[in-house]
C-alpha cells in the first residue's frame, strides 16, 4: 500500500515538483494551496501519514498547523515536514517548537527530500508498533489485575468484556459457559456499548436465552475445533450460523472471532466478539484474545499471567530498543517505568539503576525543579517540544530536547518522554554566534573608515565635485550607514542572548527621552513630509539607560515614519498609568496591522510581508532589540492595530515610585 503524503504549498510550481518527485518515486500525493485546507485534510478520521508544509501559506502557516495537530488526541502519528527559504537557527527552533518534525529548504534537493520521508516512515512504524504494543499491553495489564483483585469471577468477566469492546471497538462480547450435564453452550455473561440499537439489544437478549450445540454458531464452531476463529464479514445467505442468523443480520452485525478457554484437561467456554464492519484478519489481536481466554481458564494460575506479562513486555522492549531516539517510559506519579537502549547511552545509567526512580533524577534541579514531572507541572502539552537540562550519571550537564506523549491505560495515563540529546546543535549555535560577532566586530573598523571618507568627500575636502559624481557619493554614504545599523543590530543581538548587555542605569525623566528621539528624528520626518508631534504628560520618573531607551524610542518613531503616508502624522506620548508605571506611545496614521500578523511583529528577522515592508528598508531586527531592551528594564512592549486604522506602539516602565522599579539595577 501507498504511503500517502499532504502537500501544501501556495506555490503551484513548488507543488508540482513535490507531487513529481514523490510520485516518480511511488509515493501517494494529495495537494492543496494553503493552510486551512491542510488542517482540514489532517482533521479527518483517515489522514496521510506524511506532510510537507509551506511555512508560510494563505489562511494558516505551516508552524500553526503543526500546533494544532500535535494538539489532537487520540489519532495515528503524523509526520510533519517544514519547508522554507529560512535557514536561521530561530526559524528551526520555532518550528521544532510548533511540533515540526523535520525541514526542507526551498529550492529543494529530490533525494534529500526522499531521504527525510524515508526517515519519516520508519519513524510513523515505529511509532505505531509501538501504539499497538502498548495497548495490548495496557490489556493484558488491565485483565490481570482484574483478576488478581477480583474475587467475582462473573464481575471481572463483565470487566474484561468491557474492556476489549472499548479498546478494540467491537459492539457486543459474550461469555459462552460450557454446560457439561446438558452438552450445550450458554451465554452467562454479555456486553454491548450503552446506549445500544434496538436491533443489537435484541440481539443480546438473544444470544442469553439461547443453548448451543457442538459445531452450531461460531461458539459451537469453536468448541467442537478448540481453535480460535476469525470471520472478516458476514456469512453466506446459505450458510447455517444457529439460532441468532436472523438477529445478526437484522442488527447489521457482520465480522466476527472467538478463542477456546480452555483448561488443563477441557474446554471450560468460549469468549466471542463481534462487529458491525468487515475487519481482516489481524493475527495480533486474535492471539492476545487467545491468551486472555486461556488466563480465564486458569483463573488461579497466576504464574501463566505473569509469564504472558513478560513475553508481552519483551515484544514491547523490542520496538522500543530500535527507536533512534531516547524514550522513556514514566508512571502517574512521576517515576521512571522503563526506558530504552538509547535513553541509557545519553544519561549513562542503566535502566536497573533507574527503574522506580523519580524521573527528577535526570534533570537539572536549578531548572524550576521541572523534573518532577507530574507533580510540579500537569500543564505540559503532549506532543509540543520543551529544551530542558540533563545531567548524566557522571554528573555531566547538557541539553536535552522533551516531547511528552499520553498514553492512555485502563486506569488513567502513563507518559512517553521521548529524549533527543541536542548538545552538539548547541555547540554549533555557539560557533556560529561567535563567527556572527567575530564578523561583526571586524566589518565595524572598514565601514567606519568608509563612512568617514564619504563624509570628507561630501563636505568638499577634496574640492569641488560635479552633481553627478555627489549623487553616487550620496548613495555610497546612505549605503554604509545602513549597513552599520545592521552591524550594530546584529551586536546588539548577540549581546542580548549571551546575557551581556549592559544597562548603565540612572534617573530618566520621559520628557527627555521623548526630546532627544523627536530633536534626533525630526529630519528624517522632514523628508518623508510626515508631521511629529509630541504630546508629553506630566509622569514619575523612570530608572533606566537613557541611551537605551531612547534607542528604543528612536526605533518605534522611525518605523512610524516610514509606514506613514506623506502630509501624515505620527504622535510621541508619555502619559501615566495604574500600577505606578509609565507609559511611552508612538502612534502613526499608517495601514495598521491584522490581529493574526501582530504576534510576528518582535522576532528576529521579522517582516510582515515582501511588498511594501521590505520597501522600506530596515533589518527585522529593531522591535526584537526594543522587546529585549524594555524587558531588561522590567517593563513590557506591545502594539494595538486593526488594518486600515493606523497602529500604535507601546512600551511601559515602572515608576520611580514603583519600589520594584530599582530591582534591576
Not at 501517494?28 to 488542517?39: I, M
Request: aromatic share 6%.
Amino acid at each position: 500500500m501507498k504511503t500517502t503524503v499532504l502537500i501544501a504549498d501556495d506555490d503551484a510550481t513548488s507543488r508540482r515538483m513535490l507531487e513529481a518527485t514523490l510520485e516518480r518515486h511511488g509515493y501517494a500525493t494529495l495537494s492543496v494551496s494553503d493552510g486551512e485546507q491542510a488542517w482540514q485534510v489532517l482533521q479527518r478520521p483517515v489522514s496521510p501519514a506524511i506532510a510537507v508544509l509551506d511555512w508560510n501559506m494563505p489562511g494558516m502557516d505551516g508552524p500553526e498547523i503543526c500546533r494544532r495537530v500535535r494538539q489532537l488526541q487520540g489519532r495515528p502519528y503524523v509526520f510533519l515536514i517544514l519547508i522554507t527559504a529560512r535557514s536561521e537557527v530561530g526559524a528551526t527552533v520555532a518550528g521544532r517548537e510548533a511540533g515540526a518534525d523535520d525541514f526542507i529548504l526551498k529550492p529543494f534537493y529530490p533525494p534529500d527530500l526522499l531521504a527525510r520521508i524515508h526517515v519519516g516512515e520508519r519513524i510513523i512504524a515505529a511509532e505505531r508498533r509501538l501504539a499497538a504494543q502498548l495497548q495490548r499491553q495496557s490489556v493484558l495489564h488491565a485483565v490481570a489485575q482484574a483478576m488478581a483483585e477480583s474475587r467475582d469471577l462473573g464481575k471481572a468477566i463483565r470487566y474484561i468484556l468491557q474492556l476489549l469492546c472499548e479498546e478494540f471497538r467491537w459492539e457486543y462480547a459474550g461469555f459462552w459457559r460450557v454446560e457439561a450435564e446438558e452438552g450445550v453452550l450458554r451465554a452467562v455473561e454479555t456486553y454491548t456499548p450503552t446506549p445500544a440499537s434496538p436491533g443489537l439489544t435484541e440481539f443480546e437478549a438473544l444470544s442469553r436465552t439461547v443453548a448451543l450445540q457442538p459445531g452450531q454458531g461460531l461458539p459451537g464452531l469453536i468448541w467442537s475445533s478448540g481453535r480460535p476463529e476469525w470471520r472478516a464479514q458476514a456469512p453466506g445467505e446459505d450458510e447455517d450460523i444457529g439460532p441468532r442468523q436472523s438477529a445478526s443480520r437484522q442488527a447489521g452485525l457482520s465480522s466476527a472471532c472467538g478463542v477456546p478457554l480452555m483448561g488443563e484437561r477441557e474446554l471450560l467456554g468460549v469468549l466471542e466478539l463481534i462487529g458491525r464492519t468487515p475487519r481482516p484478519l489481524d493475527e495480533e489481536l486474535l492471539q492476545l484474545l487467545a491468551h486472555i481466554g486461556r488466563e480465564l481458564a486458569h483463573f488461579i494460575q497466576r504464574s501463566r499471567v505473569e509469564e504472558a506479562l513478560r513475553i508481552s513486555e519483551a515484544r514491547t522492549r523490542a520496538v522500543i530498543e530500535h527507536m533512534p531516539t531516547g524514550l522513556i517510559i514514566i508512571s502517574p506519579f512521576g517515576r521512571i517505568e522503563t526506558m530504552n537502549g538509547a535513553a541509557e547511552q545519553i544519561f549513562g545509567y542503566s535502566r536497573e539503576e533507574c527503574l522506580g526512580k523519580p524521573f527528577s533524577m535526570l534533570v537539572v534541579e536549578e531548572a524550576g525543579n521541572r523534573g518532577r514531572l507530574m507533580e510540579q507541572d500537569k500543564r505540559l502539552e503532549p506532543g509540543r517540544i520543551w529544551e530542558w537540562e540533563g545531567r548524566r550519571k557522571n554528573g555531566e550537564v547538557f541539553p536535552f530536547e522533551l516531547a511528552l506523549y499520553e498514553l492512555p491505560v485502563a486506569h488513567g495515563y502513563w507518559f512517553a518522554a521521548k529524549i533527543h540529546d541536542i548538545s552538539e546543535r548547541r555547540e554549533l549555535d555557539r560557533l556560529k554566534n561567535e563567527f556572527v560577532s567575530t564578523v561583526s566586530h571586524e566589518l565595524r573598523t572598514p565601514l567606519t573608515a568608509i563612512l568617514g571618507s564619504l563624509s570628507l568627500l561630501q563636505g568638499g575636502v577634496v574640492g569641488h565635485i560635479d552633481p553627478q559624481a555627489r549623487e553616487l557619493i550620496q548613495i555610497a554614504h546612505a549605503n554604509v550607514e545602513r549597513l552599520i545599523r545592521l552591524v550594530n543590530d546584529i551586536l546588539d543581538i548577540e549581546k542580548i542572548e549571551a546575557g551581556g548587555l549592559e544597562l548603565k542605569l540612572g534617573v530618566v525623566d520621559p520628557k527627555d527621552i521623548v526630546a532627544t528621539t523627536v530633536d534626533g528624528i525630526r529630519g528624517m520626518a522632514q523628508v518623508a513630509g510626515v508631521e511629529l508631534v509630541s504630546d508629553v504628560g506630566d509622569s514619575h520618573k523612570v530608572y533606566g539607560d537613557f541611551d537605551r531607551l531612547v534607542q528604543v524610542l528612536t526605533n518605534l518613531v522611525s518605523n512610524a515614519i516610514k509606514f506613514s503616508p506623506a502630509r501624515g502624522s505620527v504622535f510621541v506620548r508619555t502619559m501615566p498609568q495604574p500600577g505606578m508605571r509609565v507609559r511611552f506611545s508612538v502612534v502613526d496614521q499608517g495601514r495598521g496591522i491584522a490581529p493574526e500578523q501582530q504576534h510576528k511583529l518582535f522576532g528576529k528577522f521579522q517582516q510582515l510581508d515582501s511588498s511594501d515592508t521590505r520597501s522600506k528598508g530596515g533589518t527585522g531586527l529593531g522591535l526584537a532589540i526594543s522587546k529585549a531592551i524594555v524587558e531588561l528594564h522590567r517593563g513590557r512592549i506591545g502594539v494595538e492595530s486593526q488594518v486600515g486604522q493606523g497602529a500604535t506602539f507601546w512600551f511601559e516602565l515602572p515608576s520611580l515610585e514603583d519600589p520594584g522599579a530599582l530591582a534591576s539595577g
